[in-house]
């Protein structure tokens, strides 16, 4: 399973961003693929996901409004969408897939990409 990631960058406060993932060795259609991010000295903690299936989707609270999640599953593609970034986005961002359960919570992730910077300043 390859998880590659792309499209971070840095960025002025109020600006956009738009990720993307590039899944591969996957069967992309089960369970939930998801974005998880880690700022220095911090945990990774997650930051939205989606049922490939359903498309239901979930946000943590901090991005909640400003940031989307979306697919495509015949192209094996995940992206998040950025919007009115701040400081507190600056991060080295991940892409993740086979979630069990769902659970947006890194224990439960089974492959990682390898991630891409985001800098708001």
């Known amino acids: 399973v390859q998880l590659v990631e792309s499209g971070g960058g840095s960025v002025q406060a109020g600006g956009s961003l738009r990720l993307s993932c590039a899944a591969s060795?996957?069967?992309?259609?089960?369970?939930?693929i998801a974005w998880f991010r880690q700022a220095p000295g911090k945990e990774r903690e997650g930051v939205a996901r989606?049922?490939?299936?359903?498309?239901?989707?979930y946000y943590a609270d901090s991005v909640k409004g400003r940031f989307t999640i979306s697919q495509d599953n015949a192209e094996n593609t995940l992206w998040l969408q950025m919007n009115s970034l701040n400081a507190e986005d600056t991060a080295m961002y991940y892409c993740?897939?086979?979630?069990?359960?769902?659970?947006?919570?890194?224990?439960?992730?089974?492959?990682w990409g390898q991630g891409t910077q985001v800098t708001v300043s």
């Open positions: 993740a897939a086979g979630i069990r359960g769902c659970v947006l919570w890194p224990g439960f992730v089974d492959y």
């Open positions: 060795g996957y069967t992309y259609n089960r369970n939930c």
């Open positions: 989606i049922a490939t299936g359903s498309g239901t989707t």
